[in-house]
């Protein structure tokens, strides 16, 4: 593994923390079977090696109506470093556009994009994406259903 090196206690301290990252320190270290102490280091240590990006909440995109999910594949009308760093620049400034990931095959890129409905997505691609000169086509997948949504790590 990267960074500092980490034992099986470390990554019970890791599970515990991808289940509920707002456990207090006491509370995780009654899961993991140590006192508080050496718990509070090892969280330290596993932020500082970089084990621990951040803490979040995950939100209901449901409720907050933007539970239309589009994956959107970007394939750019030529790649070369310089075309590649100017579109992932214009990217990582679209808040709507949640992840974005360089893909092999026929496309470039993938986005997943969270909208309210459909008429919202076909306005982003107008307004938003067809702006970005790079772009030289697009192919959008719509979420019929959610199977599987989770941000754990299985370790």
Do not use: W
Request: charged share 25%.
């Amino acid at each position: 593994m990267n960074g500092i090196p980490i034992d099986s206690t470390d990554i019970d301290i890791l599970r515990c923390l991808q289940e509920n990252a707002r456990l207090t320190t006491k509370e995780l270290a009654a899961k993991v079977n140590l006192t508080t102490t050496p718990v509070f280091e090892r969280l330290k240590r596993l932020e500082r090696g970089g084990y621990i990006k951040k803490y979040v909440a995950v939100l209901d995109a449901e409720k907050l109506n933007m539970g239309f999910v589009v994956f959107c594949s970007v394939k750019l009308k030529q790649m070369n470093k310089e075309v590649a760093n100017d579109f992932i620049s214009v990217i990582r400034d679209i808040p709507q556009v949640v992840e974005c990931y360089n893909i092999s095959g026929e496309y470039d890129y993938m986005l997943k994009i969270h909208a309210p409905d459909m008429k919202y997505y076909n306005e982003f691609i107008i307004n938003v994406l067809g702006t970005v000169d790079s772009i030289g086509s697009i192919l959008s997948s719509f979420v019929m259903a959610e199977i599987k949504n989770t941000r754990a790590l299985y370790l």
